[in-house]
């Protein structure tokens, strides 16, 4: 059976509830109150959170998330080191047997391989950057 591409990208579309725009380019620039109200407006915000890829390089990536009161980031762990930089209201992150609570202003980073999860102690926005060392500089 073939599949035919415009169908695939339509259906994409379609499911997608927000605009992905440049992922990479030699210079990128958000207003994040404007991305943080637009995820907030999304349907899946109410399922505990959303999240939006802002730029995506083969050794660095950022992704703004918006999580709900109570809402949760199972734990999970990732290949390369991250930081997490909270830019509204207040969560909690566990990991290695701690948990670090973030307001607005606050910013952790922790050593790749870590289990960790996040919750939502009331609604919130943060900005989650992960780097992988020695992972080929492009795109």
């Known amino acids: ?9 339509k259906m ?3 499911h997608q509830e927000h605009e992905v725009g440049d992922l990479w380019a030699p210079l990128l620039h958000f207003n994040l109150d404007s991305e943080i109200r637009q995820l907030r407006a999304e349907g899946r915000w109410q ?20 999580i709900n009161a109570g809402g949760q980031l199972v734990q999970h762990q990732t ?11 207040h969560i909690r992150f566990n990991a290695a047997g ?7 202003g606050s910013m952790l980073a ?4 870590v ?18 060392p020695g992972a ?4």
């Open 1 to 9: 059976m073939a599949i035919d591409p415009e169908k695939v990208l």
């Open 115 to 132: 289990p960790h999860s996040v919750e939502g102690i009331v609604d919130s926005a943060f900005l989650l950057t992960i780097a992988w």
């Open 47 to 66: 399922s505990g959170h959303t999240a939006k890829t802002l730029l995506k390089y083969d050794d660095l990536r950022v992704v703004l998330i918006a």
């Open 79 to 89: 290949e390369g080191r991250i930081t997490v930089h909270a830019l509204s209201g």
């Open 98 to 104: 701690k948990g670090v609570e973030l307001s607005a």
């Open 12 to 14: 994409q579309q379609e």
């Open 136 to 139: 080929p500089s492009g795109r």
């Open 110 to 113: 922790l050593e790749h391989g």
